[in-house]
C-alpha cells in the first residue's frame, strides 16, 4: 500500500509541477504584454509615474522566479527532510 501511495504521489507532483510551469508561462505573458501596454500610455501621459511601472516589472519577475522553481523542484521530485 505504501508503495502505491509513493507511486501515486510521483505522479501527482509531476502533474503539480507541469501545471505550474505552464501557469508560469502564461503569467509571464500576460505580464509582458501588460508592460508593453503601460509604456505605450506612458508615452501619451507624460504626468504618470515610471515608479508604478518599475514596481509592477520587479514583483512580476520575483513571482515568475519563485514560481519557475517551485515547478522545478515538484519536477525534480525533491522532498523536504523529516
Do not use: C, W, Y
Not at 502505491?4 to 504521489?9: A, F, I, K, S, T
Not at 509582458?32 to 515608479?51: A, F, N, P, V, Y
Request: aromatic residues 6%; glycine residues 10%; without cysteine.
Amino acid at each position: 500500500m505504501a508503495r502505491h501511495e509513493g507511486l501515486m504521489n510521483s505522479k501527482l507532483r509531476f502533474a503539480s509541477g507541469v501545471s505550474v510551469l505552464f501557469t508560469t508561462l502564461a503569467f509571464g505573458h500576460i505580464m509582458i504584454e501588460d508592460t508593453r501596454r503601460m509604456m505605450g500610455h506612458q508615452e501619451s501621459h507624460q504626468g504618470d509615474s515610471q515608479l508604478f511601472i518599475v514596481a509592477h516589472t520587479i514583483i512580476a519577475i520575483a513571482l515568475g522566479v519563485l514560481s519557475l522553481t517551485g515547478g522545478f523542484l515538484l519536477l525534480a521530485n525533491r522532498r523536504r527532510p523529516a
